[in-house]
């Protein structure tokens, strides 16, 4: 069964600073990793979407990076705002299926 | 173009009372989804469909039930309601690239 982690579950940090945040896969049989936005009270919005095949992909000031075989991958935010601040999840689809697995989320603060 | 729209936002139960969630989308998607988010956990999938007459059981089923007769509307059933299903719902829809997300149905079971 699939185990999505992300590390760590919370971060504050200055406005201005760059900073990654981190989701761990269990099964790196995948069809593609996404990132997620959820603000408070809110659903969750589509960031990033990284196919099984590719490395990376670059929004903006965003950037995410998948290495499959070590199950892992980051999203890069560059000179952080205050409206960055939301919980940020990953999610994967399992190479079969049409489903997919979430994380637990990271709640980050950018302090102005 | 509504998107993935869910009612109601909140709802306060008692136990063994049941209700529907509701959830409508018009961007035409065969695969829907309805997950439970819980304080501080991720979203945990409960039924999908993969177009109007298929469901399928996700990872936390037990307690609920789904109906998919049309394309648009994907109601999730709570019969006997418990404190354990004390969560925020959410619905998507999947165009094989993004899901997309409604805004959410709280609901409390006291």
């Known amino acids: 069964k699939q185990e999505v982690t992300q590390i760590p579950a919370a971060l504050s940090v200055p406005e201005g600073e760059n900073l990654v945040l981190n989701c761990s896969f269990t099964d790196s049989a995948i069809y593609n990793l996404q990132w997620f936005r959820q603000d408070p009270g809110k659903g969750l919005t589509s960031l990033l979407l990284i196919q099984s095949s590719q490395r990376e992909q670059t929004s903006g000031r965003l950037n995410a990076s998948l290495d499959k075989s070590s199950g892992r991958s980051t999203l890069y935010i560059a000179a952080s705002q205050p409206g960055d601040s939301a919980t940020y999840l990953c999610?994967?689809?399992?190479?079969?299926?049409?489903?997919?697995?979430f994380g637990t989320g990271t709640s980050l603060t950018v302090i102005p | 173009n509504a998107g993935v729209t869910q009612t109601p936002k909140f709802r306060i139960l008692k136990i063994g009372q049941s209700m529907t969630l509701q959830c409508t989308q018009d961007?035409?998607?065969?695969?829907m989804y309805w997950y439970r988010q819980d304080p501080g956990m991720g979203l945990k999938l409960i039924y999908y469909?993969?177009?109007?007459?298929?469901?399928d059981k996700g990872e936390v089923p037990n307690g609920y039930n789904v109906s998919r007769s049309t394309t648009e509307d994907f109601p999730l059933r709570l019969e006997l309601a418990a404190p354990s299903q004390t969560s925020v719902y959410f619905c998507a829809g999947w165009d094989g690239h993004t899901q997309y997300f409604g805004p959410g149905t709280r609901l409390t079971v006291l």
């Open positions: 999610a994967v689809r399992g190479s079969t299926g049409n489903q997919f697995y």
């Open positions: 961007m035409n998607h065969n695969y």
């Open positions: 469909s993969v177009g109007a007459g298929i469901t």
